[in-house]
C-alpha cells in the first residue's frame, strides 16, 4: 500500500455526498491510497481510497474530518463552474 498527499484548491464553494454542508473554497488535503497490483511484469498501482481532510465547523481551531470520496465526484466537484 503506498499513499499519496496532494493539496486541491476549489476557487469556489463546493459539496460532496458524504458530507451535509456545502464547504468553502480553499485549499484541502486529499490523501490516495494504492495497492500493487500483483503477477505483473511491471509495477503498477490501484487506487483503493480517496480521502479529502475538511474542518470541523465546532471543536478546536485546526481540527480536520477525514472523509473518503469518489475520486470522480471530488474531479467534477472542483471542475464545477459556481452557481
Same mark, same amino acid.
Given at each position: 500500500? %503506498?499513499?499519496?498527499?496532494?493539496?486541491?484548491? &476549489?476557487? *469556489?464553494? &463546493?459539496?460532496?455526498?458524504?458530507?451535509?454542508?456545502?464547504?468553502?473554497?480553499?485549499?484541502?488535503?486529499?490523501?490516495?491510497?494504492?495497492?500493487?497490483?500483483?503477477?505483473?511484469? &511491471?509495477?503498477? +498501482? %490501484?487506487?483503493?481510497?480517496?480521502?479529502? +481532510?475538511?474542518?470541523? *465547523?465546532?471543536?478546536? *481551531?485546526?481540527?480536520?474530518?477525514?472523509?473518503?470520496?469518489? =475520486?470522480?465526484?471530488?474531479?467534477?466537484? *472542483?471542475?464545477? =463552474? =459556481?452557481?
Amino acid at each position: 500500500m %503506498r499513499t499519496t498527499r496532494e493539496t486541491v484548491t &476549489f476557487d *469556489h464553494p &463546493f459539496s460532496l455526498m458524504a458530507v451535509d454542508d456545502v464547504q468553502p473554497a480553499g485549499t484541502y488535503m486529499v490523501d490516495i491510497d494504492e495497492e500493487l497490483i500483483e503477477g505483473l511484469s &511491471f509495477l503498477a +498501482y %490501484r487506487r483503493v481510497a480517496t480521502t479529502i +481532510y475538511l474542518p470541523l *465547523h465546532q471543536g478546536n *481551531h485546526g481540527s480536520v474530518q477525514a472523509v473518503r470520496v469518489d =475520486p470522480r465526484e471530488l474531479t467534477a466537484a *472542483h471542475d464545477e =463552474p =459556481p452557481a
